[in-house]
């Protein structure tokens, strides 16, 4: 991914930190407490199948023990002045998001189904872009930092859309006692990040395989 002077921005108000914190932890760290709770809902499950005449629906079963990446769409304005500024209002989680084990990305029916929704509900504000997790709940600020997994993967940045809509990368990790002392390194290449809880976050933006700085409100 290039970096170079940038001519957007990207400001995130503080209900759209409320909703990726939400969305983003939410997709961490329950689909793997689910996975090694229900190992008897996957026997029940195999024995479902071979008994296709009962009436009963199988229960729910979560396939993932590392947690769920979630993506969605921004909703927000865009101000035109010497640079672009993107203004994320809202952070809307796509539940039926399209996922393989190395991607995720929300559909072309959710989407439209959004535009929809939002131009009912308010002229001023637009789908201006769509964001994802990265679930790295089980690595610490460091290896996270170390290892580039805050930033947009190569198959991130090519499904990245050549149009006027900018991308979010939002990382989770968490806080454990060996590195409770971590001092993120708050201006590094633009890429926003705070801590809550026991959790750090990451918001990197991209548009177009170049980085955008991103803004956060400076307490939440
Ligand atoms: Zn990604």
């Not at 400001?11 to 983003?24: C, F, G, N, R, T």
Request: with cysteine.
């Amino acid at each position: 991914m290039r970096t170079r002077k940038p001519n957007f921005e990207i400001s995130i108000q503080p209900e759209a930190i409320w909703d990726l914190i939400y969305a983003v932890t939410e997709s961490a760290i329950v689909p793997p407490l689910l996975m090694r709770e229900n190992r008897k809902r996957i026997d029940h499950y195999k024995k479902f199948l071979k008994q296709p005449k009962r009436r009963n629906t199988p229960p729910n079963i979560i396939f993932s023990s590392t947690g769920l990446e979630i993506s969605g769409f921004l909703l927000g304005s865009i101000i035109y002045s010497d640079k672009r500024s993107y203004i994320v209002e809202r952070a809307i989680p796509s539940v039926s998001a399209n996922r393989s084990d190395d991607w995720v990305e929300s559909n072309y029916q959710s989407k439209l189904l959004t535009h929809r929704l939002n131009r009912h509900a308010s002229q001023e504000r637009k789908v201006i872009g769509n964001f994802h997790s990265h679930p790295e709940v089980d690595k610490s600020p460091n290896f996270v930092e170390g290892h580039r997994l805050n930033r947009p993967s190569e198959a991130d940045l090519s499904f990245s859309k050549y149009d006027r809509t900018i991308d979010l990368v939002i990382t989770i990790s968490s806080t454990e006692d060996r590195c409770r002392n971590y001092r993120l390194n708050e201006n590094s290449d633009q890429i926003a990040c705070f801590s809550y809880m026991s959790f750090y976050y990451w918001v990197c933006g991209h548009k177009n395989r170049v980085q955008v700085p991103v803004n956060i409100p400076s307490s939440i």
